[in-house]
């Protein structure tokens, strides 16, 4: 049996090849990415700790878990799961054992107590115990949401000065990844310097818009001093020059000037600090 041998395409030919390639390649269906599989620890704790619900590991301690909270967030380990939910589960030999999740996605108790939950935000733990919020801060996270929060339930809470205040919590798909969040800075036209001598001038976050306005006052100032200096020196230096028996009078000019200027510079500190701190 003889094989033939295919003509291979003619160089006019191989543009439109590869353009038919690239739209081919262009329409065909993405895979999606699966997510890694769940694997859980077993640990110990003395609570009576929910699924979902996610533990921080006690103080000196490496095989004993509490409800994680704001309080111990920095020691934050997993989310409790069901033993045999997990696709590898790792067991010890203490007692009162549950499973705790470090990897894989999972359902997780949240709350908005931080504000409302998307596709993508970061979750730390919240005030509430074992129940998880929206970082909005540098923070230790328990990963990233994968949806929106979940048959909500609204619950009353107590804030720090004892008011009330309602919450809704729920279940939300969480990206299991034990991590530190670093709240990245919002892109402004202020140079971060100047940004954070304002910050500290006014003694609270300051927008864009008070310091644009105090930089041109203070421009403004700065340019009328400049020129008032000048003509005072300039004319000093002419008249001395001119009439030498004038110094008494060029000293009371330059003394007035003087004068002229503090007030200038003080109404301009005053208007700068008015409009960081009222604005």
């Given at each position: 049996m003889m094989l033939r041998r295919l003509p291979y395409p003619s160089t006019s030919l191989r543009p439109l090849l590869a353009a038919a390639l690239m739209i081919a390649l262009s329409i065909m269906p993405i895979v999606p990415v699966l997510a890694g599989p769940l694997i859980s620890e077993g640990y110990s704790s003395s609570e009576n700790l929910s699924v979902s619900t996610l533990v921080s590991l006690r103080e000196n301690s490496s095989d004993e878990v509490t409800a994680a909270t704001n309080e111990n967030v920095e020691n934050l380990l997993g989310v409790v799961v069901s033993a045999n939910s997990s696709s590898i589960s790792i067991t010890s030999s203490v007692t009162n054992q549950i499973q705790v999740a470090t990897s894989g996605t999972m359902d997780?108790?949240?709350?908005?107590?931080?504000?409302?939950?998307?596709?993508?935000?970061?979750?730390?733990?919240?005030?509430?115990?074992?129940?998880?919020?929206?970082?909005?801060?540098?923070?230790?996270?328990?990963?990233v949401a994968q949806g929106t929060l979940q048959r909500p339930v609204v619950q009353s809470i107590k804030n720090s000065d004892g008011s009330e205040r309602e919450v809704s919590i729920g279940q939300v798909p969480v990206l299991v990844n034990v991590s530190s969040y670093f709240k990245q800075p919002e892109r402004t036209i202020i140079p971060a310097a100047i940004q954070n001598l304002a910050n500290s001038f006014a003694g609270r976050e300051v927008s864009p818009l008070p310091i644009i306005l105090s930089a041109a006052i203070f421009l403004v100032s700065l340019i009328i001093v400049v020129i008032i200096v000048y003509s005072m020196i300039r004319n000093g230096i002419i008249s001395v020059g001119r009439n030498p028996l004038?110094?008494?009078?060029?000293?009371?000019?330059?003394?007035?000037?003087?004068?002229l200027v503090l007030a200038i510079l003080a109404a301009a500190f005053v208007a700068i600090y008015l409009i960081l701190t009222r604005l």
């Open positions: 997780v108790l949240v709350s908005d107590i931080n504000g409302e939950i998307a596709r993508g935000d970061y979750i730390t733990a919240s005030p509430i115990a074992g129940i998880g919020m929206k970082a909005t801060d540098n923070a230790r996270i328990i990963g004038s110094q008494s009078a060029v000293y009371r000019n330059v003394i007035q000037m003087s004068g």
